[in-house]
């Protein structure tokens, strides 16, 4: 039984390495823009409209940026309108 496991498990490692690096790709820009789109929608819900803008311009900006704690630090700002 152990060698029909091994070879199981070659097998799928086998199917995960010939995976078309475009379909990964996409399939994460999808799971990505999905995300996004759910707390810009959450922003929105929560905060008043000013700080909700301001909030969305900062998420886009980190992103822009690769800068994760951009966005961190406008959430703890506590004066920001």
């Known amino acids: 039984m152990q060698k029909k496991t091994r070879s199981l498990l070659e097998?799928?490692?086998?199917?995960?390495?010939?995976r078309d690096i475009?379909?990964?790709?996409?399939?994460?820009a999808n799971n990505v823009i999905a995300s996004a789109i759910n707390l810009l929608e959450l922003i929105s819900k929560?905060?008043?409209?000013?700080?909700?803008e301001i909030l969305e311009k900062k998420l886009l900006s980190s992103i822009k940026s690769k800068d994760?704690?951009?966005f961190s630090?406008?959430?703890?700002?506590?004066?920001?309108?």
């Open 22 to 28: 475009n379909h990964i790709i996409e399939s994460r």
């Open 68 to 70: 994760q704690d951009r």
């Open 46 to 52: 929560h905060y008043p409209g000013e700080k909700a």
């Open 73 to 81: 630090k406008s959430l703890r700002k506590k004066n920001e309108i």
């Open 11 to 18: 097998e799928l490692e086998a199917i995960g390495s010939n």
